[in-house]
């Protein structure tokens, strides 16, 4: 069974930067992409961009590059999103996905 | 970026009933691999977006057959012969042709 555990909610002030996880199990990690998408409540969803875990090759929406950077750990099957240089836009509930599968999301607010 | 016009942007039900959604795209979503990737997903109260539909016409495992995709090119719908209660929540049409992927902007399905 394919499973997707996302790390925690963050409470980050402007300006810094957030580091998200998205633990797997259930299926070869290695071989897989994972996705990111980013969602303001109430909102629709945005795509952010993917990672190929085997190589960490990655693809962006040109919107979020310089904002997210992908990264993956294949010893413990983890996807990371690292965002950068944070401001109230990027307040937002994070959810990675694999196939069909979606994390259960994680809810970033930046507030001073 | 491609633009996925969904209406209604409400929809009311009662139980039993049948409802449509539309999905039209900016673009056509026709791939050159011959595949045309326009996925519906259901994001019921507080979860995560779950996969429907994928490649226009075809049903999730698990996915009850009362939901059908149908649709072609540009424009694309979203059926459910027989709305239960479990189905409330916003439905999203999505493409997956055209980087970068993109989410309509959803159509809320509520009871009447």
């Known amino acids: 069974q394919v499973k997707l555990q996302q790390s925690g909610a963050e409470l980050v002030k402007p300006g810094a930067s957030v580091k998200l996880s998205c633990k797997t199990s259930?299926?070869?990690?290695?071989?897989?992409?994972m996705s990111w998408f980013k969602q303001i409540p109430g909102q629709s969803i945005e795509w952010i961009g993917m990672?190929?875990?085997?190589?960490?090759?990655?693809g962006y929406n040109q919107k979020f590059k310089g904002k997210a950077t992908l990264t993956v750990d294949t010893s413990s099957s983890t996807a990371y999103m690292d965002l950068s240089s944070l401001t109230t836009e990027d307040s937002a509930v994070y959810f990675c996905?694999?196939?069909?599968?979606w994390g259960q999301g994680t809810l970033v607010t930046v507030s001073s | 970026d491609v633009v996925l016009t969904q209406t209604p942007p409400t929809l009311s039900a009662t139980i039993g009933q049948s409802v449509s959604i539309s999905c039209r795209s900016s673009q056509s979503l026709l791939d050159s691999d011959g595949d045309t990737y326009l996925n519906w997903l259901l994001q019921r109260p507080g979860q995560s977006p779950q996969l429907l539909i994928y490649s226009v016409s075809n049903l999730e495992s698990g996915v009850p057959n009362r939901f059908s995709g149908s649709g072609s090119e540009t424009d694309f719908t979203l059926k459910i012969s027989g709305v239960e209660a479990e189905d409330l929540g916003v439905y999203y049409c999505?493409?997956?042709?055209?980087?970068?992927?993109?989410f309509g902007g959803g159509t809320k399905l509520e009871l009447k």
């Open positions: 259930g299926y070869t990690f290695s071989t897989s992409y």
């Open positions: 999505m493409q997956a042709t055209h980087a970068p992927w993109t």
């Open positions: 996905a694999r196939g069909t599968e």
């Open positions: 990672i190929y875990a085997g190589d960490g090759g990655t």
